[in-house]
């Protein structure tokens, strides 16, 4: 049994958009998923991305994969890596693959000199928490996530 942990290739982005799916009925978003696989496409594999994918493949066939962009810390004065989506295959949970996809990023951290590695865990997914406390990772619970979208974008876009 064989674990690599690759970057996504060009022919991949219907991969991905899978990924994404099944990630998305795991979490209960079906229903959210915009995302095309031509989106994905040219976000990964565009000249410049600004997003990047890194797929896990057991005994050569693609189990899992963790989207993630760079960051910037202005307190730190120095990049990080925020992670989008980690996701494994409900039948390949247990094996490492996860902490694998983790491990890697964290080794890029490291090698890039940047300052950390961080996420988003929704509070219900307790099996992905203790996961993640497992790994030394520290709930953040000073911070409240805000989010505009929809309607209140544009609103906000128009006012200036």
Same mark, same amino acid.
């Given at each position: !049994?064989?674990?690599?942990?690759?970057?996504?290739?060009?022919?991949?982005? %219907?991969? &991905?958009?899978?990924?994404?799916?099944?990630?998305?009925?795991?979490?209960? *978003?079906?229903?959210?998923?915009?995302?095309?696989?031509?989106?994905?496409?040219? +976000?990964?594999? #565009?000249?410049?991305?600004? &997003?990047? #994918?890194?797929?896990?493949?057991?005994?050569?066939?693609? &189990?899992?994969?963790?989207? @993630?962009?760079? =960051?910037?810390?202005?307190?730190?004065?120095?990049? %990080?890596?925020?992670?989008?989506?980690?996701?494994?295959?409900?039948?390949?949970?247990?094996?490492?693959?996860?902490?694998?996809? !983790?491990?890697?990023?964290?080794?890029? #951290?490291?090698?890039?000199? *940047? =300052?950390?590695?961080?996420?988003?865990? *929704? /509070? @219900? /997914?307790?099996?992905?928490?203790?996961?993640?406390? +497992?790994?030394?990772?520290?709930?953040?619970?000073?911070?409240?996530?805000?989010?505009?979208?929809?309607?209140? *974008?544009?609103?906000?876009?128009?006012? +200036?």
């Amino acid at each position: !049994m064989t674990l690599i942990i690759r970057p996504a290739r060009p022919d991949e982005a %219907g991969l &991905v958009l899978g990924f994404i799916g099944e990630l998305a009925v795991y979490e209960k *978003l079906p229903h959210e998923i915009e995302a095309t696989q031509a989106q994905i496409a040219a +976000s990964l594999f #565009c000249e410049q991305p600004r &997003v990047f #994918c890194d797929i896990a493949e057991w005994d050569g066939e693609p &189990v899992g994969f963790a989207v @993630w962009f760079y =960051t910037y810390s202005t307190f730190r004065g120095r990049h %990080g890596i925020w992670l989008e989506d980690l996701f494994v295959r409900e039948a390949q949970r247990g094996r490492g693959i996860g902490k694998a996809l !983790m491990a890697g990023l964290a080794r890029r #951290c490291v090698d890039e000199g *940047l =300052t950390r590695l961080a996420w988003w865990v *929704l /509070n @219900w /997914n307790e099996p992905s928490r203790v996961f993640y406390r +497992s790994l030394g990772a520290k709930a953040q619970d000073e911070w409240t996530v805000k989010r505009l979208d929809g309607a209140a *974008l544009v609103a906000l876009a128009d006012a +200036s």
